[in-house]
Nanobody
Framework: QVQLEESGGGLVQPGGSLKLSCAASGIIFKVDHMGWYRQAPGGELVASITAGGSTNYGDSVKGRFTISRDNAKNTVYLQMNSLKPEETAVYYC????????????WGQGTQVTVSS
């Protein structure tokens, strides 16, 4: 059983920065894809990264957000810079795990609030 534990959310002023973390725990054969979505699980894609390090970003965050992962720790990060008020949302971590079949797991969500 795999669990995704998110942290790093909070309140930040417009133009500020936050770094989100998501650690996968449990019996894992292979963590394939990891990513971040906002508004809802499976909602708007913010960023994703493959096991090999290939990244994909939503158009609205390109140049401001950076996704990275530490495969040894089964952890994915999202560095968010120059945050805008409209990006206030619950951010959800996603992991695709391969163990003879494909499994998809979601974190509990972490609140990011961008406001003065």
């Amino acid at each position: 059983q795999v669990q995704l534990e998110e942290s790093g959310g909070g309140l930040v002023q417009p133009g500020g920065s936050l770094k989100l973390s998501c650690a996968a725990s449990g019996i894992i054969f292979k963590v394939d894809h990891m990513g971040w979505y906002r508004q809802a699980p499976g909602g708007e894609l913010v960023a994703s990264i493959t096991a090999g390090g290939s990244t994909n970003y939503g158009d609205s965050v390109k140049g401001r957000f950076t996704i990275s992962r530490d495969n040894a720790k089964n952890t994915v990060y999202l560095q968010m810079n120059s945050l805008k008020p409209e990006e206030t949302a619950v951010y959800y971590c996603h992991a695709r795990v391969i163990d003879k079949r494909v499994y998809n797991f979601w974190g509990q969500g972490t609140q990011v609030t961008v406001s003065s």
